[in-house]
């Protein structure tokens, strides 16, 4: 979307706390958009739902994340909170960084793959 001076454009279900109130946004913005992402794989839903995009705006300046389901393995639920964190400086720095803290098994082939994930109904 465009940006003008003193405007926030985006989509409001995926926008970051500091690209809500129109702030400085980096890597870590994104990295937020990709933890919502996941938090909606894993439960079927976003976080925050509304029909209103500034209560939409409101709750992720301010709203708690809704915890996870008990059957997401709790490294996985780690990587998507801190992905999640209301403040930049406490996300991950960079795309790598949450891709190597990402949980791995192992497949017979000795290969690494990702954890499958819990089936959301």
Known sequence: KLTRAGIVFGTPRYMSPEQ???????ERTDLYAVGLIFYELLCGRPPFV????AQ??????MA?????PKDVP?????VVERLLAKSKM???????????????RSSRRGLSRATRLPCCR
């Open 50 to 53: 509304s029909d209103e995009s």
């Open 90 to 104: 406490d996300r991950y720095e960079s795309a790598r960084e949450a891709i190597a803290a990402s949980p791995k």
């Open 20 to 26: 809500a109130v129109g702030g400085k946004i980096d």
């Open 74 to 78: 709790p490294p996985l639920a780690a």
């Open 56 to 61: 939409l705006l409101r709750m992720q300046i």
């Open 64 to 68: 708690p994340v809704p915890p996870l």
